[in-house]
């Protein structure tokens, strides 16, 4: 009887654990979105882009940083970079997920809002 309820308790505190960590990844992966309307974008060298959201800029380009990120293809820069210019010209927000590699934050993802 004693050990069952041990095993419970057991069963029942890692479900409790892995909950609070998948809450508290989540947040984690909001935390650092930057939302806003775009106060500039640049588009060089048809291979760059960058979006400054409140003074910070974001990148993306067609290879790949290092730390992990992929690299770009032409279509998602130009998708991206028009994402920013229907921001600014609607005057709405985006979300920029951005990831930090080499004291650089480089763009993962582009949200926009309707």
């Known amino acids: 009887m004693r050990k069952g309820i041990f095993k419970n308790i057991r069963a029942f505190s890692l479900w409790i654990g892995i909950t609070i960590g998948m809450f ?3 947040a984690s992966l909001t935390a ?4 806003g309307v775009p106060s500039q974008f ?3 060298n048809s291979n760059t882009l960058i979006v400054t959201i409140a003074g910070v800029n974001y990148q993306a380009q067609l290879s790949s940083p290092g730390c992990g990120i992929p690299d770009n293809s032409i279509d998602l820069l130009r998708i991206w970079l028009s994402m920013a210019q229907s921001a600014v010209l609607a005057g709405k927000k985006i979300n920029i997920y951005p990831t930090t590699c080499n004291s650089l934050n480089w763009i993962t993802d582009i949200v926009f809002y309707k």
């Open 24 to 26: 508290a990844f989540s």
């Open 32 to 35: 650092h979105a930057a939302t």
């Open 42 to 44: 640049e588009y060089l």
